[in-house]
């Protein structure tokens, strides 16, 4: 009995040391309560909501792909990075306790708030930092305790990675489709109208060609050199969004005509079209340059509300002649 009476007693002291053990953690400075702002089960995220003083950007899952703002459809590899920083996340260590009024107000004030959802499930936190060499403060909503941050294989500065700026987000591709998903292209060209043509591929893969501006259905074409043309508007990237001196520009490049123009139109209707304008150069008279950049267009997308700069090597197999399907 005797035997039996001291397991029990050393069972019952384990016990009571693991949940003082436990009670201590949570007392402590960098107990876990408070602390963990790491977001397990990323395939779950709904939703990411980024917003600072300035703007305000929303990242959401819509029909198996991530959209920003609801409007543009986000890139791959940047939400994954963000799925990965909020997994990653972690407290480095408490923030300093003096000057933490001060603190607390900016975390208020002039912070980042991020925003994830995970069903009908919320968690929202903020982060502040006074500049790149200082380091990234962390509050969770409600809270009145603050936390150094880093991410876990990152040695940059953590707020570097929430970024507010819708144009951050948005996906680069200019075109992605794949052949079959195709049931109309048409290209026009401005100082090649003889050249533009309309290529319309039917359910059985079968192919026409239109010459335009009469429209006339050309002869039977190369069926290869049609396939291999459509080919070439799977994963095509520009180079980057226009910038501010550039976007002034728009206006004019709306009421002028385009030099080339390419619109496809997918199996269930959905069209795109991008208008593209030779980028003007000043090279200086007498100079013998060429007075527009021969390496990239600017181009207008979304009915014409936004500007981008593309490459002429990322575009020129998209930008063939009617002649092409007949060599």
Do not use: C
């Not at 200019?174 to 052949?179: A, S």
């Not at 930008?319 to 060599?327: D, E, H, I, M």
Request: hydrophobic share 40%.
């Amino acid at each position: 009995m005797k035997k039996y009476s001291f397991h029990i007693i050393l069972f019952v002291f384990l016990v009571i040391l693991a949940v003082f053990l436990q009670k201590q953690a949570e007392w402590t400075t960098l107990g876990r309560t408070g602390t963990d702002f790491s977001i397990t089960g990323s395939e779950r995220v709904s939703a990411i909501i980024i917003t600072d003083n300035d703007n305000q950007v929303r990242l959401t899952r819509e029909n198996g792909k991530w959209m920003v703002n609801s409007k543009y459809e986000a890139g791959a590899r940047v939400v994954d990075m963000m799925l990965q920083t909020l997994q990653r996340i972690r407290v480095s260590g408490p923030a300093p306790f003096s000057g933490r009024e001060d603190l607390l107000e900016k975390l208020s004030d002039e912070s980042v708030r991020i925003d994830i959802h995970k069903g009908r499930r919320s968690r929202t936190y903020y982060l502040y930092s006074e500049d790149e060499s200082s380091p990234t403060y962390i509050i969770a909503q409600g809270s009145t305790r603050a936390f150094e941050a880093e991410v876990i294989g990152f040695s940059g500065h953590v707020a570097s990675l929430f970024v507010s700026d819708e144009g951050h987000w948005r996906t680069n591709m200019l075109f992605n489709y794949k052949p079959d998903d195709i049931a109309e292209v048409f290209v026009k060209h401005r100082d090649n109208p003889g050249g533009s043509f309309l290529l319309s591929q039917t359910p059985e893969n079968k192919f026409s060609l239109y010459d335009y501006p009469e429209g006339e259905p050309g002869e039977k074409l190369n069926d290869s050199l049609a396939i291999r043309y459509l080919a070439n508007f799977f994963y095509v990237p520009y180079e980057r969004l226009a910038r501010a001196e550039e976007i002034l520009l728009m206006d004019s490049l709306k009421k002028s005509k385009a030099d080339h123009m390419i619109r496809v139109t997918d199996r269930d209707g959905e069209v795109s079209e991008v208008f593209f304008h030779k980028i003007i150069l000043d090279a200086g008279e007498g100079s013998g340059a060429p007075d527009y950049d021969i390496f990239r267009l600017h181009a207008l997308i979304n009915d014409k509300n936004d500007m981008i700069v593309v490459t002429y090597h990322s575009v020129d197999l998209l930008l063939r002649t009617y002649s092409y399907f007949y060599r």
